[in-house]
């Protein structure tokens, strides 16, 4: 099935502890986006990459390092988990052309202890 | 930097009630998207609107655009259980690698 996958669907951590959330998206799209959403804040970006080879911080990059590892994978590191880091992580890809929607993966529900 | 403020954060509605939430965007927007994420899913687009003033209809959603492309509401035509989730706007500034800023959504409840 077309779309984003990302792996894996629930993660618990002790604090310390680290990791990487996998993301792939089989629509060839060119622009992919680390997401995290906390209880009445919305969608934070993480960090994107606008296309193959590059990566930038969004709003909230503290604590988080990425790899766009080719143009259909983008992961998400968590070096040192924190509490504040629990949260549900979406990943999101984009074409450049068309209806310029975001897919969204189904998300990493991630908790810290 | 800027910001997207999206109002009400909750909102409940006996099936059948009309239902609106609105969105305003701190600077003047180029696009603005609308999403939807059923309870316990992940966000799915609903539409993108570019031009000022622009209205679009999806069945019983009706998506309007500010003149001034600050603002933006989602209005819902006699509610269904459905329609269920919660509802964010998301606002794209021309030039912005980063492309989408989210508001922070709300929460619809459909009574039956």
């Known amino acids: 099935n077309a779309g984003v996958t990302q792996t894996p669907k629930f993660q618990v951590l002790k604090t310390g502890q680290s990791m990487t959330l996998q993301c792939a998206q089989d629509m060839n799209h060119n622009s992919m986006y680390w997401y995290r959403q906390d209880p009445g804040m919305g969608l934070r970006l993480i960090y994107y990459s606008a296309s193959e080879g590059t990566t930038d911080k969004g709003e909230v990059p503290n604590g988080y390092n990425v790899s766009r590892l080719n143009k259909r994978e983008f992961s998400l590191r968590l070096e040192s988990a924190a509490p504040s880091q629990t949260s549900v992580y979406f990943c999101?890809?984009?074409?450049?052309?068309?209806?310029?929607?975001?897919?969204f993966g189904s998300g990493t529900r991630l908790t810290v202890v | 930097g800027q910001q997207v403020m999206q109002i009400p954060q909750y909102q409940h509605v006996q099936e059948g009630e009309d239902f609106t939430t609105y969105c305003n965007s701190s600077t003047t927007l180029s696009n603005i998207q609308w999403y939807k994420q059923r309870p316990g899913g992940h966000p799915v687009f609903l539409i993108q609107l570019v031009k000022s003033g622009e209205v679009k209809k999806q069945k019983r959603l009706t998506f309007q655009f500010g003149e001034a492309k600050k603002n933006s509401s989602l209005h819902i035509t006699a509610t269904q259980t459905t329609d269920v989730g919660t509802y964010f706007c998301?606002?794209?500034?021309?030039?912005?690698?980063?492309?989408?800023?989210f508001g922070s959504g709300t929460q619809l409840t459909v009574l039956p």
């Open positions: 998301a606002g794209g500034v021309s030039g912005s690698a980063r492309q989408l800023t």
């Open positions: 999101a890809s984009r074409s450049g052309t068309g209806n310029y929607g975001y897919t």
